[in-house]
């Protein structure tokens, strides 16, 4: 029993596929009559015309894709840069707190080993347990001072780390969704650009006396081209509307 996401999956490659026909047959009916009134000699003039808006739109499309691939590479680049740079200086600060809990430790060893040692000097001749106890609580100390830092240390750097990597995932999905932003402008602005100099090619062809017969039959092609698309559109959602009633028909309790 197919479910509702199958029969929408299925109505919405049905839909694709009569548009891909539909623009097919009208892009086959157009280079037919292009084909046909291209070798008329006072269509020339209009043709050249539309193949050179056609020619300067492309290259702009191409100059400005260009220029926003360029602008996105720049992007990705500064990002990289800086995040190498942020993960130097996390490293470099993790460094410099590892050495400094180092240096700390052994101060503080040192410092408990001399005055064990002046104890000892200082009463040479009493039990040195109570000197032993202080100096083993120092050392102690040391080290979990010592173990303390070194896991500040080493959480500073993840927090460093990690808020460097989300920085750069963030700058380059922003420098990824400008550059999809601008060329798809930059696409409609072509097709905007293609449609116009189109209108302009059909309007100068339809004045020209010579072109009448084949303009008519290209345009009673088009037009039956756009019926034959209303058609099957309207009775393919019809078939959805069928499938999907029959559907729910059939969770209907018996």
Known sequence: MPTLGDVTEGHSKRISQLAQLRDRRLREATETRDRHLHVLPAAAKLYEKFDKQLTETRNQQLATDAKAEGARTEMLQ??????????????????????????????????????????????????????????????????????????????????SRDAALAVETFASRNAEQTFKTATKVNALASRA???????????????????????????????????????????????????VQALRGSHLPS
């Open 193 to 243: 650009a293609l449609a116009s100099a189109e209108q302009a090619l059909v309007k100068g062809l339809s004045e020209l006396p010579e072109a009448a017969v084949e303009f008519q039959r290209w345009t009673a092609e088009t037009e039956q081209i756009l019926a034959d698309y209303k058609r099957s559109e309207n009775e393919e959602f019809e078939r959805f509307h069928q499938e």
């Open 78 to 159: 500064q990002v990289s840069d800086r995040l190498a740079i942020a993960l130097a200086d996390a490293q470099r600060a993790r460094r410099d707190a590892d050495v400094a809990a180092f240096e700390q430790r052994r101060k503080t060893e040192e410092d408990a080993e001399r005055e064990f040692i002046l104890a000892l000097a200082a009463a040479p001749a009493r039990p040195s347990f109570d000197a032993q106890k202080i100096r083993a609580q120092k050392m102690e100390k040391a080290k979990i001072d010592f173990d303390a830092a070194l896991a500040a240390s080493q959480k500073q750097f993840a927090q």
